[in-house]
C-alpha cells in the first residue's frame, strides 16, 4: 500500500512539474474573427491562425492576445507580409509583397518601412525600376540608389521620396 501511495505522489507530483500553462484552444470572436492556436489563461498566446470576416489571415505568434513575435500577414486583395511584428505591428525585418508585383524587403519601425531597405516596383509606371537605401516614415528618406528599368541610376540623397 505504501509502494502505491508513493508512486501515485510521484506521478501527480511530475505532471504538475512537467505540465504546460499553454492550451490549444479556439475562440470566435463577437465580429466573426476566429482564432486557432495556444492559449494562456484563456488569450491567444505563443503560435496560433487567425483569421478575419474579410478574408485577411495570419499565422503566426501571439503574446497576451496580440499579434507579436514572427508572423505572415496576408491581406484580403492579396497582400502579404512576413516578418517580425511589435504589439500588433510591422515592426523589425520583414518583406512585403504586392498583388502588382511590388516588393519591399527591409526595415519597419511602428508598422512603417524604416531603416535600409529594397522596394522593387513590379507591374506600373515603374515596372522594374529598384531602390535600395534609407527609408523614413514610409518613404525613400536618406542615402540611396534608384535603378531604372532601362538600367540607368540615381545615386545620392532622398528626401520625402524624391532625389534631393
Given at each position: 500500500?505504501?509502494?502505491?501511495?508513493?508512486?501515485?505522489?510521484?506521478?501527480?507530483?511530475?505532471?504538475?512539474?512537467?505540465?504546460?500553462?499553454?492550451?490549444?484552444?479556439?475562440?470566435?470572436?463577437?465580429?466573426?474573427?476566429?482564432?486557432?492556436?495556444?492559449?494562456?489563461?484563456?488569450?491567444?498566446?505563443?503560435?496560433?491562425?487567425?483569421?478575419?470576416?474579410?478574408?485577411?489571415?495570419?499565422?503566426?505568434?501571439?503574446?497576451?492576445?496580440?499579434?507579436?513575435?514572427?508572423?505572415?500577414?496576408?491581406?484580403?486583395?492579396?497582400?502579404?507580409?512576413?516578418?517580425?511584428?511589435?504589439?500588433?505591428?510591422?515592426?523589425?525585418?520583414?518583406?512585403?509583397?504586392?498583388?502588382?508585383?511590388?516588393?519591399?524587403?527591409?526595415?519597419?519601425?511602428?508598422?512603417?518601412?524604416?531603416?535600409?531597405?529594397?522596394?522593387?516596383?513590379?507591374?506600373?509606371?515603374?515596372?522594374?525600376?529598384?531602390?535600395?537605401?534609407?527609408?523614413?516614415?514610409?518613404i525613400p528618406n536618406g542615402q540611396g540608389t534608384?535603378?531604372?528599368?532601362?538600367?540607368?541610376?540615381?545615386?545620392?540623397?532622398?528626401?520625402k521620396d524624391e532625389p534631393w
Amino acid at each position: 500500500m505504501r509502494h502505491i501511495l508513493i508512486t501515485i505522489s510521484i506521478l501527480l507530483f511530475s505532471s504538475l512539474v512537467f505540465s504546460s500553462d499553454k492550451k490549444q484552444g479556439n475562440i470566435t470572436y463577437a465580429n466573426g474573427a476566429k482564432y486557432k492556436g495556444e492559449l494562456k489563461d484563456g488569450i491567444p498566446n505563443g503560435q496560433g491562425f487567425l483569421s478575419l470576416p474579410d478574408g485577411g489571415k495570419y499565422v503566426g505568434e501571439f503574446k497576451e492576445g496580440i499579434i507579436n513575435g514572427q508572423g505572415t500577414f496576408t491581406f484580403s486583395d492579396g497582400r502579404k507580409y512576413s516578418g517580425e511584428f511589435k504589439e500588433g505591428k510591422k515592426h523589425g525585418q520583414g518583406i512585403y509583397t504586392y498583388p502588382n508585383g511590388d516588393k519591399y524587403t527591409g526595415g519597419y519601425k511602428d508598422g512603417l518601412k524604416n531603416g535600409l531597405g529594397a522596394l522593387t516596383y513590379g507591374k506600373g509606371k515603374s515596372d522594374g525600376d529598384k531602390y535600395v537605401g534609407e527609408f523614413k516614415e514610409g518613404i525613400p528618406n536618406g542615402q540611396g540608389t534608384y535603378t531604372f528599368s532601362d538600367g540607368s541610376k540615381w545615386v545620392g540623397e532622398f528626401r520625402k521620396d524624391e532625389p534631393w
